[in-house]
């Protein structure tokens, strides 16, 4: 089993540090009304070592796990610093040195009107990201998904639902079954939209474009943060606009973004190559100055929080 599905182990449930295996709840709770974040913490000075971790944007994190629950109904029974303190807590617990991923989880409970769990899970991953990571240029072979993105009007892709992850799991397996490394949806206007769980940035002449938030899409942090420092530190033009499924497939360079995803470059889309060096140029220079912010060399005020 992935550590995404066993955790680590000790977790925060409700109030208190608990054993992941212990953290148990009635199987009557109405999951289908569960929101969530994904927040990773990296090493510091070197994210492919060992030492003190930092939050990455724990800030924007945790307004969009508010802003979730506004749209969902529930109601959070704690503050933004206690759920602060209740990671470092959760991190401390299980001793962890190497980079963890932190995923708050907020549903109601069973039988009780107003009630909410809240429970923050953590676990390690291995990074795509650090000089000489051989995991950054594997080939990946994506698709346009059968399946549209979920429309703002039915079931909102802006909150992080576990619903809208219903539709995230049918693309990806059917790019599974189909044989390729992952998906990209359209959204209900036929412009491309997002990944199952990443956004999607692609190079064009130079130029890195994304769709918007009005794309079906999750606004996401690492999508704001990249389209901070891309023109501000590397000096390359970003356009957010709407793209069309054949200006994706006449993308010279394609990465995902995301907590997740990281900079996860794209071989080819609907088997058509995208340019013609693989990882591009461009995507492989925002994934180096990306991992220098992660681990603190290149100094961004307040986008780490350390545990
Ligand atoms: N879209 C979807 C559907 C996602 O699940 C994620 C991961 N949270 C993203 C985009 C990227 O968002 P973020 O950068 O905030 O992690």
Known sequence: MSAAFRGARYCWMNGEIVETDKALVSAMEPIYLGIF?????YVEGDILGEGNLNIFQWKPHIDRLWRSAAVDGLQIPYTKDQLLEAVRETIRANGFRSNVYIQPRVWPRAGAEEAVHVVIPVWKFETLLGKGNPRFGARRRFMVSSWRRIASDALPPQAKSWANYANS?????????CGYDGAIFLDNRG??????GACIMTVRDGRVITPPVSASILESVTRNTFLEFIPRDLGIPVEVRDITRV??????EAFLCGTGAEVTPITSIDDIELGGEYPGPITTRIAEHYADILSGRVKKPGWLTPV
Do not use: H, N, Q, T
């Open 37 to 41: 974040e994904g927040i990773k913490a």
């Open 169 to 177: 799991a049918l693309a990806a397996r059917e790019a599974k079954r």
């Open 191 to 196: 412009f491309v939209s997002e990944a199952p």
């Open 247 to 252: 200006e994706l497939y006449a993308s010279d």
